[in-house]
């Protein structure tokens, strides 16, 4: 789902007169900001909709993009994010940690602007109810994949 009508573009000429073009999709601003986003204390992880959970159960699940969208203009960026937040946790300063850490990820990678930053918090819970429901959902497909590997064989 590349989607290049979105994609943030810095043109030039380099000091040897070469023309220069440099543009970034809308899903490397999305990975840059799902991947910051995962280093924040009291986020334990981006939710998608409906759709994103559908595609995790044909794939490991292991999408950074997942719960992101952004809107990638020639020299700003707009980023929307879906988490799931600690229980426990002041979610306020959880979020200005989050809009710090993404802006400056973002800007340091591509040299775009964050104006907008939106986080809405789908679900809370605690560290160890986050694991049970995340982890028992990895082992089932790790348990499927042993499953299914038992089932094959060799041809020679």
Excluded at 22 to 27: G, S
């Amino acid at each position: 789902m590349d989607n290049k009508t979105n994609v943030n573009t810095t043109e030039g000429k380099n000091t040897n007169g070469v023309k220069t073009k440099l543009t970034f999709d809308d899903q490397v601003v999305k990975k840059i900001a799902g991947i910051a986003v995962s280093e924040i204390p009291g986020i334990l992880g981006l939710s998608g909709n409906a759709i994103t959970n559908l595609t995790d159960k044909f794939t490991n699940g292991n999408n950074p993009t997942k719960g992101i969208s952004a809107e990638v203009g020639t020299k700003q960026v707009a980023i929307d994010l879906d988490v799931i937040g600690e229980y426990g946790k002041n979610i306020a300063q959880v979020f200005d940690a989050a809009t710090k850490k993404v802006s400056e990820e973002v800007k340091n990678m591509t040299g775009l602007d964050v104006i907008e930053f939106n986080m809405n918090v789908d679900d809370v819970m605690s560290k160890e109810q986050y694991e049970e429901k995340f982890e028992n959902k990895k082992k089932d497909d790790s348990d499927n994949d042993k499953k299914s590997d038992d089932n094959t064989r060799v041809l020679q």
